[in-house]
């Protein structure tokens, strides 16, 4: 099976840095996602990782390490909107499908 | 068209009723997917289409059924359901292979088993 950890709650300041960490046991294990839900919200993709290294889109920033088994999401100068949930996901292949599994998600609070 | 709509928003039905959920998506994505997501929790993944084709049931009870008449429709159909069933129902899809990480979501039926 998989498991997926990631802290439940994360709390910063508008215009702070913050950085959202996720650890994963799996195989057949082909890279990590990172979704966005918003309370109400369908999950929105922000980024993946298949390789090492970090990527950056935007304030955002994911990165992988598959030897560690380990990714983070940074999210910088954060604005109120970015208060949310955030899930890493794992890519797996399950038979002839690939598909995701969900860690349990990072309630991200900013504050004013 | 990036979006994939669902109806209805809202359901409330009673144990013993029969209901469908609709999914839909005209983005030409091949794969389709349902989740099952609790307040507080992730989604959980129900069923995955691949070509139409069911390729993967994450050891779902019968009552719920999925079913993909075209490449753009998905249903689930739910026939004697439980209170622990009530949850947010999400469906979703995606490309090719070469993107398969990047799922689109709608925006969820909140279902209420009474």
């Known amino acids: 099976g998989q498991s997926l950890e990631q802290p439940s709650e994360v709390t910063a300041v508008e215009g702070a840095i913050v950085q959202i960490n996720c650890t994963y046991q799996?195989?057949?294990?082909?890279?990590l996602s990172w979704y966005q839900q918003h309370d109400g919200g369908a999950p929105t993709f922000l980024s993946y990782n298949a390789l090492d290294g970090l990527e950056e889109t935007g304030r955002f920033s994911s990165f992988l390490s598959r030897s560690d088994s380990y990714g983070y999401l940074l999210l910088q100068e954060l604005q109120m909107k970015d208060s949310a949930s955030y899930f890493c996901a794992v890519l797996i292949s399950s038979g002839s499908a690939r598909q995701l599994t969900f860690g349990s998600g990072t309630q991200l609070t900013v504050l004013p | 068209d990036t979006e994939v709509t669902q109806t209805p928003k809202h359901l409330v039905m009673g144990m013993t009723n029969k209901k469908s959920l609709k999914c839909e998506q005209h983005m030409g994505h091949r794969a389709m997917y349902w989740y099952k997501q609790k307040a507080k929790k992730p989604p959980e993944l129900m069923f995955v289409y691949s070509y139409e084709k069911l390729s993967i049931n994450e050891s779902v009870p019968s009552r719920f059924s999925p079913e993909c008449p075209n490449s753009s429709l998905l249903n689930l159909h739910l026939h004697a359901l439980q209170p622990e069933d009530s949850a947010l129902y999400l469906c979703a899809s995606r490309e090719d292979r070469g993107r398969a990480y990047e799922q689109y979501f709608g925006p969820g039926t909140r279902l209420t088993v009474t």
């Open positions: 799996t195989s057949g294990f082909y890279g």
